[in-house]
């Protein structure tokens, strides 16, 4: 018998993400003119002003990884009312950061992914954090098992599908249903957060590669967005796509005790 090749061996991610995007929502401009102060767990405050629909500033009172203040491109996607999903890319920098503002209850949950070298190649590093908004936090976001034993297809254009299969709260199967990665399977590491009734934070690290996957499921809505982010060793730089799928729970399985 043939062993299987991954396809994250081969296949370039600029292949991979092309067309992963067809069902990503338009992004909105319901956070252009606000400010926020954001209070991390460390006590340091940062400063965020939403200039426009695409551009905010921030700066801070403690040394941040991306320093003292600075300007940005981003996007926000409303996920539900007073619920926004921000994505900002510095690639040149090999960072990527994607988080969940939660206004309605004073919070925000912040993946930061970083490509670091490790000996003669790249790994990825991602970290989470998690802020009050406008004060320090109250009820913070907890990590969920809730996915355990779904199973849901992510239709993300019409040339790429993939099922998910959440086996437990720290790892997921998936297989490539269409597209460049169609055949493939493999199970990755994980970490989930529960953002409102049926809506999670999902983020998985890919085994074969530097890379990380950052998305909200709505398992309500049947949707999913947000940031695939990794390092494409052909070309020696990374590479940030944001997309979104149509998500369809296809079954559930209940364990005894979860």
């Given at each position: 018998?043939?062993?299987?090749?991954?396809?994250?061996?081969?296949?370039?991610?600029?292949?991979?993400f092309?067309n992963?995007?067809?069902?990503?929502?338009?992004?909105t401009d319901?956070?252009?003119?606000?400010?926020?102060?954001?209070h991390m767990k460390?006590?340091s405050?940062?400063?965020?002003?939403?200039?426009?629909?695409?551009?905010?500033?921030?700066?801070s009172?403690?040394?941040?990884?991306?320093?003292?203040?600075?300007?940005?491109?981003y996007?926000?996607i409303e996920?539900?009312?007073d619920?926004?999903?921000?994505?900002?890319?510095?690639l040149?920098?090999?960072?990527?950061?994607?988080?969940?503002?939660?206004l309605?209850?004073?919070?925000?949950?912040?993946?930061?992914?970083?490509?670091?070298?490790?000996?003669?190649?790249?790994?990825?590093v991602?970290?989470?954090?998690?802020?009050?908004?406008?004060?320090?936090?109250?009820?913070?976001f907890?990590?969920?098992?809730?996915l355990?034993?779904?199973r849901?297809h992510?239709r993300?254009?019409?040339?790429h599908?993939?099922?998910?299969?959440y086996?437990?709260?720290?790892t997921y199967?998936?297989?490539?249903?269409?597209?460049?990665e169609?055949?493939?399977?493999?199970?990755d590491y994980?970490?989930?957060?529960?953002?409102?009734?049926?809506?999670?934070?999902f983020?998985?690290h890919?085994?074969?590669?530097?890379f990380?996957?950052?998305?909200?499921?709505?398992?309500?809505?049947?949707?999913?967005?947000?940031?695939?982010?990794?390092?494409e060793?052909?070309?020696?730089?990374?590479?940030?796509?944001?997309t979104?799928?149509i998500?369809?729970?296809?079954?559930e399985?209940?364990?005894?005790?979860?």
């Amino acid at each position: 018998m043939t062993e299987p090749t991954l396809a994250t061996d081969v296949i370039p991610l600029s292949e991979q993400f092309d067309n992963h995007d067809a069902y990503r929502p338009e992004p909105t401009d319901a956070l252009a003119g606000r400010r926020l102060a954001l209070h991390m767990k460390d006590g340091s405050v940062i400063d965020v002003r939403f200039d426009s629909e695409a551009q905010l500033t921030w700066s801070s009172d403690v040394e941040q990884l991306w320093g003292l203040s600075g300007t940005d491109d981003y996007e926000a996607i409303e996920l539900r009312p007073d619920l926004y999903l921000v994505v900002i890319g510095r690639l040149e920098e090999r960072t990527s950061l994607l988080a969940v503002l939660d206004l309605a209850h004073a919070r925000a949950i912040l993946n930061l992914t970083r490509l670091v070298d490790d000996g003669d190649g790249v790994r990825e590093v991602t970290t989470f954090g998690q802020a009050g908004v406008g004060g320090p936090i109250g009820e913070r976001f907890e990590r969920t098992h809730e996915l355990v034993g779904r199973r849901v297809h992510h239709r993300y254009s019409d040339t790429h599908a993939f099922e998910h299969i959440y086996l437990s709260h720290r790892t997921y199967a998936y297989q490539g249903l269409e597209g460049p990665e169609a055949g493939i399977a493999d199970v990755d590491y994980t970490d989930a957060y529960k953002l409102a009734d049926r809506l999670y934070l999902f983020s998985w690290h890919e085994r074969a590669q530097p890379f990380n996957g950052a998305i909200t499921l709505d398992l309500e809505a049947g949707r999913a967005t947000g940031r695939l982010f990794g390092w494409e060793k052909e070309t020696g730089r990374a590479l940030q796509i944001r997309t979104g799928s149509i998500a369809t729970l296809l079954n559930e399985t209940t364990y005894e005790g979860l």
